[in-house]
Protein backbone atom coordinates (compact mmCIF):
# COMPACT_ATOMS: atom_id res chain seq x y z
CA UNK A 1 0.00 0.00 0.00
CA UNK A 2 1.70 2.96 -0.91
CA UNK A 3 -0.90 5.50 0.17
CA UNK A 4 -0.57 7.16 3.67
CA UNK A 5 -3.51 9.06 5.70
CA UNK A 6 -2.35 12.14 7.47
CA UNK A 7 -4.44 13.38 10.20
CA UNK A 8 -4.05 16.74 10.40
CA UNK A 9 -4.18 17.85 14.30
CA UNK A 10 -2.88 21.60 14.14
CA UNK A 11 -6.28 23.27 14.40
CA UNK A 12 -6.94 21.25 17.89
CA UNK A 13 -3.86 19.84 19.24
CA UNK A 14 -1.48 22.47 17.74
CA UNK A 15 -3.29 25.37 18.70
CA UNK A 16 -4.94 24.32 22.20
CA UNK A 17 -0.69 24.19 23.24
CA UNK A 18 0.19 27.75 21.53
CA UNK A 19 0.45 30.41 24.11
CA UNK A 20 -1.81 32.68 22.01
CA UNK A 21 -5.20 32.06 21.01
CA UNK A 22 -6.16 32.52 17.73
CA UNK A 23 -9.85 34.28 16.30
CA UNK A 24 -12.53 32.12 14.82
CA UNK A 25 -11.96 33.65 12.13
CA UNK A 26 -8.31 32.80 11.82
CA UNK A 27 -8.82 29.53 12.82
CA UNK A 28 -11.25 29.52 10.06
CA UNK A 29 -9.22 30.57 7.13
CA UNK A 30 -6.76 28.13 8.51
CA UNK A 31 -8.84 25.60 7.93
CA UNK A 32 -9.88 26.83 4.25
CA UNK A 33 -6.02 26.89 3.82
CA UNK A 34 -4.92 23.06 5.27
CA UNK A 35 -7.76 22.07 2.99
CA UNK A 36 -6.81 23.76 -0.18
CA UNK A 37 -2.79 22.17 1.15
CA UNK A 38 -5.15 18.76 0.61
CA UNK A 39 -5.27 17.35 3.86
CA UNK A 40 -8.84 15.86 3.98
CA UNK A 41 -9.35 14.71 7.68
CA UNK A 42 -9.35 17.92 9.44
CA UNK A 43 -9.59 17.72 13.38
CA UNK A 44 -10.65 21.66 13.99
CA UNK A 45 -11.60 21.80 17.25
CA UNK A 46 -12.48 20.79 20.70
CA UNK A 47 -15.72 21.17 22.98
CA UNK A 48 -13.49 21.68 25.91
CA UNK A 49 -14.14 24.42 28.83
CA UNK A 50 -13.16 27.62 27.90
CA UNK A 51 -11.87 28.23 30.87
CA UNK A 52 -9.33 25.85 31.27
CA UNK A 53 -8.50 25.68 27.52
CA UNK A 54 -9.26 29.14 25.50
CA UNK A 55 -7.64 28.71 22.53
CA UNK A 56 -10.39 26.07 21.96
CA UNK A 57 -13.25 28.86 22.37
CA UNK A 58 -15.74 29.20 20.26
CA UNK A 59 -15.12 25.87 18.38
CA UNK A 60 -18.76 24.86 18.24
CA UNK A 61 -19.66 28.54 16.02
CA UNK A 62 -16.61 27.62 14.08
CA UNK A 63 -17.49 23.85 13.09
CA UNK A 64 -20.73 25.25 12.48
CA UNK A 65 -19.83 27.93 10.13
CA UNK A 66 -16.97 25.54 8.60
CA UNK A 67 -19.70 22.71 7.82
CA UNK A 68 -22.17 25.80 6.22
CA UNK A 69 -19.43 26.52 4.36
CA UNK A 70 -19.16 22.59 3.53
CA UNK A 71 -23.50 22.47 2.40
CA UNK A 72 -23.15 25.94 0.40
CA UNK A 73 -19.88 24.39 -1.71
CA UNK A 74 -17.67 27.06 -0.31
CA UNK A 75 -15.53 24.37 1.48
CA UNK A 76 -14.07 21.42 -0.21
CA UNK A 77 -17.10 18.47 0.39
CA UNK A 78 -14.66 15.61 0.99
CA UNK A 79 -12.85 17.36 4.13
CA UNK A 80 -13.61 15.45 6.92
CA UNK A 81 -14.14 18.06 10.04
CA UNK A 82 -14.17 16.27 13.39
CA UNK A 83 -13.76 17.44 16.56
CA UNK A 84 -12.62 16.25 19.87
CA UNK A 85 -15.05 15.68 22.69
CA UNK A 86 -13.42 14.95 25.94
CA UNK A 87 -17.10 13.91 27.53
CA UNK A 88 -21.56 13.72 26.76
CA UNK A 89 -21.65 16.92 27.84
CA UNK A 90 -19.18 17.68 25.10
CA UNK A 91 -20.89 15.67 22.34
CA UNK A 92 -23.96 17.57 23.08
CA UNK A 93 -22.73 20.92 22.16
CA UNK A 94 -20.85 19.04 19.11
CA UNK A 95 -24.24 17.07 18.30
CA UNK A 96 -25.49 20.27 17.99
CA UNK A 97 -23.20 21.55 15.01
CA UNK A 98 -23.93 18.83 13.22
CA UNK A 99 -20.24 17.28 12.71
CA UNK A 100 -20.20 13.98 11.53
CA UNK A 101 -16.86 13.04 13.06
CA UNK A 102 -15.92 12.93 16.70
CA UNK A 103 -12.93 12.15 18.79
CA UNK A 104 -12.45 10.64 22.35
CA UNK A 105 -9.58 11.46 24.67
CA UNK A 106 -8.00 8.71 26.61
CA UNK A 107 -4.85 8.06 28.45
CA UNK A 108 -2.51 4.66 29.38
CA UNK A 109 -1.22 6.46 32.18
CA UNK A 110 -3.59 6.53 35.15
CA UNK A 111 -1.38 9.44 36.79
CA UNK A 112 -2.52 11.41 33.64
CA UNK A 113 -5.65 10.26 33.12
CA UNK A 114 -6.19 11.88 36.95
CA UNK A 115 -4.35 15.37 36.68
CA UNK A 116 -5.72 15.35 32.46
CA UNK A 117 -9.15 14.29 32.27
CA UNK A 118 -9.93 14.15 35.86
CA UNK A 119 -11.49 10.73 36.01
CA UNK A 120 -9.53 7.30 36.19
CA UNK A 121 -9.07 5.41 33.15
CA UNK A 122 -11.75 3.55 34.17
CA UNK A 123 -14.51 6.52 34.29
CA UNK A 124 -13.03 7.40 31.31
CA UNK A 125 -14.05 4.38 29.72
CA UNK A 126 -17.85 4.86 31.33
CA UNK A 127 -17.75 8.28 29.37
CA UNK A 128 -16.73 7.13 26.25
CA UNK A 129 -19.98 4.08 26.44
CA UNK A 130 -22.16 7.07 26.78
CA UNK A 131 -20.45 8.93 23.83
CA UNK A 132 -20.41 5.98 21.47
CA UNK A 133 -23.66 5.20 22.16
CA UNK A 134 -24.79 9.49 21.62
CA UNK A 135 -22.57 9.59 18.26
CA UNK A 136 -24.71 5.89 16.99
CA UNK A 137 -28.34 7.56 17.84
CA UNK A 138 -27.11 10.27 15.64
CA UNK A 139 -25.01 8.46 12.69
CA UNK A 140 -21.35 10.24 13.98
CA UNK A 141 -18.20 8.69 13.68
CA UNK A 142 -15.62 8.06 17.09
CA UNK A 143 -11.67 7.91 16.91
CA UNK A 144 -10.21 7.06 19.81
CA UNK A 145 -7.02 8.82 21.46
CA UNK A 146 -5.19 6.84 23.42
CA UNK A 147 -2.35 9.37 24.95
CA UNK A 148 1.12 8.52 27.16
CA UNK A 149 1.42 5.08 25.37
CA UNK A 150 5.36 5.15 25.08
CA UNK A 151 6.00 6.99 28.63
CA UNK A 152 4.24 9.42 31.13
CA UNK A 153 5.68 12.62 33.03
CA UNK A 154 4.45 11.33 35.95
CA UNK A 155 4.50 7.07 36.04
CA UNK A 156 7.87 7.33 34.01
CA UNK A 157 7.39 4.00 31.73
CA UNK A 158 4.17 2.80 30.48
CA UNK A 159 3.87 -1.27 30.23
CA UNK A 160 3.03 -2.32 26.58
CA UNK A 161 0.13 -4.45 28.01
CA UNK A 162 -1.40 -2.25 29.66
CA UNK A 163 -1.30 0.03 25.76
CA UNK A 164 -2.65 -3.21 24.26
CA UNK A 165 -5.55 -3.66 26.94
CA UNK A 166 -6.88 -0.76 26.38
CA UNK A 167 -6.84 -0.13 22.65
CA UNK A 168 -8.45 -3.31 22.58
CA UNK A 169 -11.28 -2.00 24.90
CA UNK A 170 -11.46 0.90 22.66
CA UNK A 171 -11.58 -0.89 19.68
CA UNK A 172 -14.56 -3.16 21.25
CA UNK A 173 -16.91 0.18 22.15
CA UNK A 174 -16.71 0.96 18.09
CA UNK A 175 -14.35 3.58 17.40
CA UNK A 176 -13.04 3.38 13.81
CA UNK A 177 -9.63 3.90 14.31
CA UNK A 178 -7.24 4.76 17.74
CA UNK A 179 -4.95 7.20 17.55
CA UNK A 180 -1.66 6.10 20.26
CA UNK A 181 0.27 8.62 21.11
CA UNK A 182 3.70 9.59 22.13
CA UNK A 183 2.29 12.88 24.08
CA UNK A 184 5.56 14.12 25.68
CA UNK A 185 7.81 12.42 22.58
CA UNK A 186 10.01 9.81 23.99
CA UNK A 187 9.68 6.82 21.94
CA UNK A 188 12.45 5.31 20.14
CA UNK A 189 11.52 3.52 17.22
CA UNK A 190 12.65 -0.20 18.67
CA UNK A 191 9.71 0.86 21.22
CA UNK A 192 7.53 1.53 18.72
CA UNK A 193 8.07 -1.41 16.58
CA UNK A 194 7.63 -4.01 19.99
CA UNK A 195 4.35 -2.14 20.50
CA UNK A 196 2.91 -1.66 17.10
CA UNK A 197 3.81 -5.33 16.56
CA UNK A 198 0.95 -5.79 19.51
CA UNK A 199 -1.39 -3.61 18.74
CA UNK A 200 -1.48 -4.70 14.87
CA UNK A 201 -2.00 -8.22 16.35
CA UNK A 202 -4.75 -7.19 18.70
CA UNK A 203 -6.93 -4.50 16.51
CA UNK A 204 -5.41 -4.68 13.07
CA UNK A 205 -3.57 -2.36 10.91
CA UNK A 206 -6.10 -0.44 9.47
CA UNK A 207 -7.60 0.71 12.78
CA UNK A 208 -4.42 2.12 13.84
CA UNK A 209 -2.67 5.90 13.81
CA UNK A 210 0.27 6.57 15.06
CA UNK A 211 0.76 10.09 16.65
CA UNK A 212 3.96 11.25 17.37
CA UNK A 213 5.81 13.98 18.78
CA UNK A 214 8.70 15.36 17.68
CA UNK A 215 9.77 16.61 21.58
CA UNK A 216 13.38 14.65 21.33
CA UNK A 217 13.83 14.57 17.69
CA UNK A 218 12.62 10.86 16.69
CA UNK A 219 9.49 11.39 15.34
CA UNK A 220 9.74 10.91 11.61
CA UNK A 221 12.19 7.40 12.75
CA UNK A 222 9.44 6.27 14.84
CA UNK A 223 6.84 7.25 11.73
CA UNK A 224 9.58 5.12 9.75
CA UNK A 225 9.30 2.34 12.13
CA UNK A 226 5.56 1.67 12.08
CA UNK A 227 5.56 2.20 8.14
CA UNK A 228 7.88 -0.30 8.35
CA UNK A 229 5.51 -2.88 9.78
CA UNK A 230 2.34 -1.78 8.00
CA UNK A 231 0.83 1.38 9.54
CA UNK A 232 -0.60 4.01 7.09
CA UNK A 233 -1.97 6.82 9.13
CA UNK A 234 -0.37 9.52 10.84
CA UNK A 235 -1.55 12.51 13.08
CA UNK A 236 0.39 15.71 12.37
CA UNK A 237 0.59 19.46 12.85
CA UNK A 238 1.12 22.18 10.15
CA UNK A 239 4.24 23.79 11.26
CA UNK A 240 5.01 21.27 14.21
CA UNK A 241 2.00 23.96 15.75
CA UNK A 242 1.88 23.45 18.97
CA UNK A 243 4.67 23.17 22.15
CA UNK A 244 5.13 20.59 25.04
CA UNK A 245 3.23 21.58 28.44
CA UNK A 246 5.80 19.17 29.87
CA UNK A 247 9.16 20.87 28.50
CA UNK A 248 8.10 24.48 28.12
CA UNK A 249 11.03 24.85 25.26
CA UNK A 250 10.45 21.90 23.38
CA UNK A 251 8.65 21.16 20.11
CA UNK A 252 5.36 19.21 20.45
CA UNK A 253 3.51 17.36 17.56
CA UNK A 254 5.55 16.20 14.54
CA UNK A 255 5.32 18.69 11.20
CA UNK A 256 2.70 17.67 8.62
CA UNK A 257 5.22 19.21 5.87
CA UNK A 258 8.37 17.19 7.08
CA UNK A 259 6.24 14.02 7.32
CA UNK A 260 4.93 14.65 3.75
CA UNK A 261 8.21 15.41 2.69
CA UNK A 262 9.86 11.93 4.15
CA UNK A 263 6.57 10.13 2.37
CA UNK A 264 6.50 11.79 -1.09
CA UNK A 265 10.54 11.13 -1.39
CA UNK A 266 9.71 7.10 -0.58
CA UNK A 267 7.44 7.02 -2.98
CA UNK A 268 3.97 7.03 -0.64
CA UNK A 269 0.89 9.15 -2.05
CA UNK A 270 -0.37 11.57 0.51
CA UNK A 271 -2.58 13.90 -1.53
CA UNK A 272 -0.88 16.97 0.31
CA UNK A 273 1.19 19.42 -1.67
CA UNK A 274 4.27 20.30 0.16
CA UNK A 275 5.34 23.64 -1.51
CA UNK A 276 1.76 24.55 -0.37
CA UNK A 277 2.59 23.16 3.02
CA UNK A 278 5.44 25.80 3.16
CA UNK A 279 3.56 28.43 2.09
CA UNK A 280 1.04 27.88 5.09
CA UNK A 281 3.96 27.08 7.41
CA UNK A 282 5.01 30.65 6.63
CA UNK A 283 1.71 32.05 7.11
CA UNK A 284 0.71 30.66 10.52
CA UNK A 285 4.22 31.63 11.61
CA UNK A 286 2.87 35.16 10.84
CA UNK A 287 -0.86 35.11 12.45
CA UNK A 288 1.05 32.82 16.10
CA UNK A 289 4.03 35.39 16.16
CA UNK A 290 7.04 33.13 16.48
CA UNK A 291 8.61 30.58 14.21
CA UNK A 292 7.48 26.95 14.08
CA UNK A 293 9.93 24.42 14.82
CA UNK A 294 9.55 22.16 11.23
CA UNK A 295 12.86 21.71 9.67
CA UNK A 296 10.99 22.02 6.35
CA UNK A 297 9.72 25.21 6.70
CA UNK A 298 12.93 26.70 7.29
CA UNK A 299 14.75 24.58 4.58
CA UNK A 300 12.16 24.50 2.04
CA UNK A 301 12.26 21.44 -0.76
CA UNK A 302 15.91 20.85 -1.87
CA UNK A 303 16.85 23.27 -4.92
CA UNK A 304 18.38 20.74 -7.26
CA UNK A 305 17.39 21.09 -10.49
CA UNK A 306 15.91 17.55 -10.81
CA UNK A 307 12.14 17.89 -8.42
CA UNK A 308 11.79 15.75 -5.29
CA UNK A 309 10.13 12.14 -6.33
CA UNK A 310 6.98 11.92 -5.46
CA UNK B 1 26.46 -6.00 16.92
CA UNK B 2 25.23 -3.20 20.16
CA UNK B 3 28.03 -0.92 20.06
CA UNK B 4 27.85 2.43 17.99
CA UNK B 5 30.81 4.78 17.26
CA UNK B 6 29.90 8.29 16.95
CA UNK B 7 32.90 10.44 15.09
CA UNK B 8 32.24 13.94 16.60
CA UNK B 9 32.65 16.38 13.97
CA UNK B 10 31.10 19.38 15.66
CA UNK B 11 34.22 20.91 16.21
CA UNK B 12 35.09 21.10 12.28
CA UNK B 13 31.81 20.36 10.16
CA UNK B 14 30.19 22.04 13.24
CA UNK B 15 31.79 25.16 13.50
CA UNK B 16 33.41 25.91 10.25
CA UNK B 17 29.71 26.24 9.02
CA UNK B 18 28.84 28.87 11.58
CA UNK B 19 29.59 32.77 11.42
CA UNK B 20 31.09 33.38 14.46
CA UNK B 21 34.66 31.86 14.59
CA UNK B 22 35.62 31.03 17.75
CA UNK B 23 39.25 31.57 19.42
CA UNK B 24 41.63 28.80 19.31
CA UNK B 25 40.98 28.90 23.40
CA UNK B 26 37.68 27.98 23.05
CA UNK B 27 38.07 25.48 20.69
CA UNK B 28 40.33 23.53 22.84
CA UNK B 29 38.26 23.80 25.78
CA UNK B 30 35.17 22.57 23.59
CA UNK B 31 37.60 19.60 22.45
CA UNK B 32 38.17 19.25 25.83
CA UNK B 33 34.52 19.14 27.42
CA UNK B 34 33.70 16.57 24.42
CA UNK B 35 36.17 14.15 25.53
CA UNK B 36 34.63 14.27 29.02
CA UNK B 37 31.22 13.38 27.30
CA UNK B 38 32.73 10.56 25.91
CA UNK B 39 33.89 11.03 22.80
CA UNK B 40 36.66 8.91 21.26
CA UNK B 41 36.67 10.02 17.81
CA UNK B 42 37.15 13.47 17.38
CA UNK B 43 37.75 15.78 14.45
CA UNK B 44 39.21 19.51 15.50
CA UNK B 45 40.22 20.82 12.84
CA UNK B 46 40.96 21.60 9.29
CA UNK B 47 43.90 22.80 7.52
CA UNK B 48 42.19 24.62 4.46
CA UNK B 49 42.88 28.21 3.99
CA UNK B 50 42.32 30.87 7.02
CA UNK B 51 40.94 32.87 3.93
CA UNK B 52 38.35 31.11 2.67
CA UNK B 53 37.33 28.97 6.22
CA UNK B 54 38.32 31.90 9.09
CA UNK B 55 36.26 29.42 11.38
CA UNK B 56 39.15 26.98 11.34
CA UNK B 57 42.43 29.26 11.21
CA UNK B 58 45.15 27.87 13.60
CA UNK B 59 44.27 24.18 13.43
CA UNK B 60 47.60 23.67 13.56
CA UNK B 61 48.21 25.20 16.97
CA UNK B 62 45.17 23.62 18.11
CA UNK B 63 45.89 20.31 17.23
CA UNK B 64 49.55 20.31 18.33
CA UNK B 65 48.46 21.79 22.05
CA UNK B 66 45.64 19.12 22.28
CA UNK B 67 48.25 16.65 21.58
CA UNK B 68 50.61 17.92 23.50
CA UNK B 69 47.88 18.03 26.54
CA UNK B 70 47.43 14.54 25.73
CA UNK B 71 50.98 13.34 25.89
CA UNK B 72 51.33 15.09 29.69
CA UNK B 73 48.44 12.84 30.35
CA UNK B 74 46.36 16.23 30.73
CA UNK B 75 44.05 15.13 28.25
CA UNK B 76 42.38 11.38 27.76
CA UNK B 77 44.67 9.41 25.69
CA UNK B 78 42.16 7.35 24.25
CA UNK B 79 40.90 10.34 21.89
CA UNK B 80 41.84 10.25 18.37
CA UNK B 81 41.94 13.46 17.45
CA UNK B 82 41.89 14.20 13.81
CA UNK B 83 42.06 16.54 11.26
CA UNK B 84 40.79 17.29 7.93
CA UNK B 85 43.47 17.82 4.55
CA UNK B 86 42.28 19.13 1.30
CA UNK B 87 45.36 18.50 -0.38
CA UNK B 88 49.02 17.50 0.14
CA UNK B 89 49.61 21.04 1.19
CA UNK B 90 46.92 20.83 4.50
CA UNK B 91 48.88 16.99 4.83
CA UNK B 92 52.69 18.68 5.47
CA UNK B 93 50.79 20.86 7.80
CA UNK B 94 49.19 18.32 9.53
CA UNK B 95 52.27 15.93 9.52
CA UNK B 96 53.78 19.06 11.54
CA UNK B 97 51.31 19.06 14.54
CA UNK B 98 52.19 15.24 15.35
CA UNK B 99 48.45 14.11 14.36
CA UNK B 100 48.18 10.38 13.59
CA UNK B 101 44.64 10.29 11.77
CA UNK B 102 43.22 12.72 8.92
CA UNK B 103 40.40 12.87 6.72
CA UNK B 104 40.42 13.96 3.30
CA UNK B 105 36.98 15.42 1.52
CA UNK B 106 35.86 14.41 -1.66
CA UNK B 107 32.41 14.70 -3.53
CA UNK B 108 30.12 12.43 -5.79
CA UNK B 109 28.98 15.12 -8.08
CA UNK B 110 31.54 16.75 -10.46
CA UNK B 111 29.99 20.54 -10.43
CA UNK B 112 30.22 19.89 -6.40
CA UNK B 113 33.83 18.82 -6.33
CA UNK B 114 34.83 21.87 -8.63
CA UNK B 115 33.12 24.77 -7.33
CA UNK B 116 33.64 23.59 -3.48
CA UNK B 117 37.27 21.95 -3.94
CA UNK B 118 38.20 23.90 -7.58
CA UNK B 119 39.23 20.63 -9.13
CA UNK B 120 37.49 17.76 -11.08
CA UNK B 121 36.47 14.33 -9.12
CA UNK B 122 39.46 12.54 -11.00
CA UNK B 123 42.11 15.56 -10.07
CA UNK B 124 40.69 15.11 -6.25
CA UNK B 125 41.48 11.13 -6.30
CA UNK B 126 44.65 12.27 -7.71
CA UNK B 127 45.33 14.48 -4.44
CA UNK B 128 44.18 11.41 -2.44
CA UNK B 129 46.69 9.68 -3.68
CA UNK B 130 49.54 11.78 -3.06
CA UNK B 131 48.36 12.23 0.60
CA UNK B 132 47.78 8.66 1.16
CA UNK B 133 51.48 7.95 0.43
CA UNK B 134 52.44 10.79 2.83
CA UNK B 135 50.60 9.18 4.96
CA UNK B 136 52.20 5.64 4.36
CA UNK B 137 55.34 7.39 5.13
CA UNK B 138 54.55 8.67 8.57
CA UNK B 139 52.45 5.80 10.13
CA UNK B 140 48.69 7.98 9.71
CA UNK B 141 45.66 6.42 9.35
CA UNK B 142 43.33 8.55 6.65
CA UNK B 143 39.47 8.47 6.44
CA UNK B 144 37.74 9.46 3.03
CA UNK B 145 34.68 12.21 3.05
CA UNK B 146 32.23 11.62 0.52
CA UNK B 147 29.88 14.42 0.30
CA UNK B 148 26.61 15.17 -1.91
CA UNK B 149 26.12 11.40 -2.10
CA UNK B 150 21.78 11.69 -1.90
CA UNK B 151 21.53 14.83 -4.02
CA UNK B 152 23.46 18.27 -4.88
CA UNK B 153 22.58 21.52 -4.68
CA UNK B 154 23.59 21.61 -8.42
CA UNK B 155 23.21 18.49 -10.16
CA UNK B 156 20.38 17.69 -8.03
CA UNK B 157 19.95 14.02 -7.85
CA UNK B 158 23.34 11.96 -7.96
CA UNK B 159 23.17 8.28 -9.34
CA UNK B 160 24.08 5.57 -6.70
CA UNK B 161 26.09 4.00 -9.37
CA UNK B 162 28.73 6.43 -9.09
CA UNK B 163 28.69 6.88 -5.21
CA UNK B 164 29.66 3.21 -5.17
CA UNK B 165 32.15 3.64 -7.25
CA UNK B 166 33.99 6.07 -6.01
CA UNK B 167 33.42 4.42 -2.60
CA UNK B 168 35.30 1.74 -3.94
CA UNK B 169 38.02 4.22 -5.37
CA UNK B 170 38.31 5.67 -1.82
CA UNK B 171 38.37 1.80 -0.31
CA UNK B 172 41.30 0.73 -3.05
CA UNK B 173 43.70 3.81 -1.68
CA UNK B 174 43.67 2.46 1.56
CA UNK B 175 41.71 5.11 4.06
CA UNK B 176 40.14 2.80 6.91
CA UNK B 177 36.54 4.62 6.64
CA UNK B 178 34.48 6.01 4.14
CA UNK B 179 31.91 9.01 5.47
CA UNK B 180 28.68 8.76 3.23
CA UNK B 181 27.47 12.48 3.13
CA UNK B 182 23.72 13.46 3.05
CA UNK B 183 25.55 17.41 2.40
CA UNK B 184 22.44 19.31 2.01
CA UNK B 185 20.30 17.36 4.34
CA UNK B 186 17.54 15.58 1.41
CA UNK B 187 17.76 11.68 1.79
CA UNK B 188 15.01 9.91 2.70
CA UNK B 189 14.85 6.39 4.70
CA UNK B 190 14.41 4.35 1.34
CA UNK B 191 17.16 6.37 -0.83
CA UNK B 192 19.51 5.08 2.18
CA UNK B 193 18.60 1.80 2.89
CA UNK B 194 19.12 1.28 -1.74
CA UNK B 195 22.26 2.87 -1.31
CA UNK B 196 23.65 0.93 1.63
CA UNK B 197 22.78 -2.28 0.68
CA UNK B 198 24.69 -1.34 -2.52
CA UNK B 199 27.82 -0.13 -0.32
CA UNK B 200 27.61 -2.73 2.32
CA UNK B 201 28.53 -5.26 -0.99
CA UNK B 202 30.77 -2.75 -2.40
CA UNK B 203 33.00 -1.95 0.09
CA UNK B 204 31.55 -3.79 3.92
CA UNK B 205 29.52 -2.80 6.71
CA UNK B 206 32.48 -1.93 8.25
CA UNK B 207 34.39 0.34 6.16
CA UNK B 208 31.25 2.67 6.15
CA UNK B 209 29.96 5.41 8.18
CA UNK B 210 26.98 7.69 7.49
CA UNK B 211 27.14 11.22 7.80
CA UNK B 212 23.49 13.20 7.61
CA UNK B 213 22.00 16.47 8.15
CA UNK B 214 19.20 17.07 9.58
CA UNK B 215 18.22 20.14 7.25
CA UNK B 216 14.55 18.39 6.58
CA UNK B 217 14.21 16.51 9.58
CA UNK B 218 14.99 13.00 8.41
CA UNK B 219 18.33 12.69 10.16
CA UNK B 220 17.67 10.00 12.59
CA UNK B 221 14.69 8.15 10.24
CA UNK B 222 18.07 8.01 8.08
CA UNK B 223 19.94 6.70 10.78
CA UNK B 224 17.71 4.02 11.97
CA UNK B 225 17.69 2.84 8.27
CA UNK B 226 21.48 2.40 8.23
CA UNK B 227 21.36 0.73 11.41
CA UNK B 228 18.93 -1.44 10.46
CA UNK B 229 21.02 -2.94 7.61
CA UNK B 230 24.09 -3.31 9.65
CA UNK B 231 25.74 0.23 9.32
CA UNK B 232 27.49 1.11 13.32
CA UNK B 233 29.83 4.31 13.13
CA UNK B 234 27.26 7.81 12.13
CA UNK B 235 29.16 11.47 12.24
CA UNK B 236 27.56 14.21 14.25
CA UNK B 237 27.81 17.16 15.45
CA UNK B 238 27.12 18.51 19.69
CA UNK B 239 23.98 20.55 19.57
CA UNK B 240 23.49 20.07 15.52
CA UNK B 241 26.48 23.14 15.56
CA UNK B 242 26.57 24.14 11.78
CA UNK B 243 24.00 25.47 9.48
CA UNK B 244 23.57 24.53 5.78
CA UNK B 245 25.37 26.80 3.80
CA UNK B 246 22.83 26.24 0.95
CA UNK B 247 20.00 26.57 2.67
CA UNK B 248 20.85 29.79 5.61
CA UNK B 249 17.62 29.39 7.88
CA UNK B 250 17.88 25.39 7.55
CA UNK B 251 20.19 23.14 10.34
CA UNK B 252 22.53 21.10 9.00
CA UNK B 253 24.87 18.39 11.27
CA UNK B 254 22.36 15.85 13.12
CA UNK B 255 23.05 16.43 16.60
CA UNK B 256 25.35 13.72 18.31
CA UNK B 257 22.84 14.17 21.58
CA UNK B 258 19.69 13.44 19.59
CA UNK B 259 21.40 10.26 17.69
CA UNK B 260 22.56 9.09 20.95
CA UNK B 261 19.15 9.38 22.89
CA UNK B 262 17.92 7.63 20.16
CA UNK B 263 20.35 4.90 20.27
CA UNK B 264 20.74 4.26 23.52
CA UNK B 265 17.03 3.96 24.22
CA UNK B 266 17.08 1.69 21.25
CA UNK B 267 19.28 -0.45 23.52
CA UNK B 268 23.29 0.79 21.74
CA UNK B 269 25.78 1.85 23.64
CA UNK B 270 28.23 5.10 22.12
CA UNK B 271 30.17 5.49 25.56
CA UNK B 272 28.76 9.02 25.78
CA UNK B 273 26.80 10.50 28.72
CA UNK B 274 23.67 12.26 27.44
CA UNK B 275 23.27 14.36 30.56
CA UNK B 276 26.64 15.32 30.11
CA UNK B 277 26.17 16.32 26.05
CA UNK B 278 22.96 18.25 27.01
CA UNK B 279 24.94 20.40 29.65
CA UNK B 280 27.86 21.13 26.60
CA UNK B 281 25.25 22.52 24.57
CA UNK B 282 24.16 24.72 26.96
CA UNK B 283 28.10 25.73 27.63
CA UNK B 284 28.19 26.04 23.35
CA UNK B 285 24.91 28.11 22.90
CA UNK B 286 26.37 30.87 24.88
CA UNK B 287 29.74 30.71 23.36
CA UNK B 288 28.37 30.74 20.00
CA UNK B 289 26.03 33.05 20.54
CA UNK B 290 22.69 31.65 19.54
CA UNK B 291 20.60 28.40 20.30
CA UNK B 292 21.31 25.25 18.89
CA UNK B 293 19.19 22.68 16.54
CA UNK B 294 19.17 20.13 18.84
CA UNK B 295 15.72 18.92 19.79
CA UNK B 296 17.15 17.52 22.88
CA UNK B 297 19.11 20.20 24.18
CA UNK B 298 16.07 21.97 24.45
CA UNK B 299 13.62 19.19 25.70
CA UNK B 300 16.85 17.38 27.91
CA UNK B 301 15.65 13.74 28.96
CA UNK B 302 12.77 12.87 29.69
CA UNK B 303 11.54 13.88 33.52
CA UNK B 304 9.42 10.60 33.94
CA UNK B 305 10.69 8.67 37.41
CA UNK B 306 12.30 5.85 35.78
CA UNK B 307 15.16 6.42 33.76
CA UNK B 308 15.57 6.42 30.04
CA UNK B 309 16.87 3.43 29.06
CA UNK B 310 20.83 1.81 28.23
Redesign the interface.
Known sequence: MKRVTIVEVGARDGLQNEQKALSTGTRLEFARRLAECGVRQLELGAFVSPQWVPQMADSGPLIAEALALQAAGRFPRDVEISALVPNPRGMEDAIRTGVSSVAVFGSASESFSRRNINCSVDESFERFAVVMRMAKANKMKVRGYLSMCF???????VPETRVVKLAKRMAALGVYEISIGDT???A????VKNLVAKLIKAVGARKLAMHFH?????A??N???SLELGVRTFDSSLGGLGG?P??P???GNV?TE?VV??LH???FRTGLDIEKLISLNHWMTAEIGHELP???G???T?????P?KR
Open positions: GCPFEGEIGVDPKQDTRGTLAVLACYAAATADYMRMGSRLRAGPKAKAA
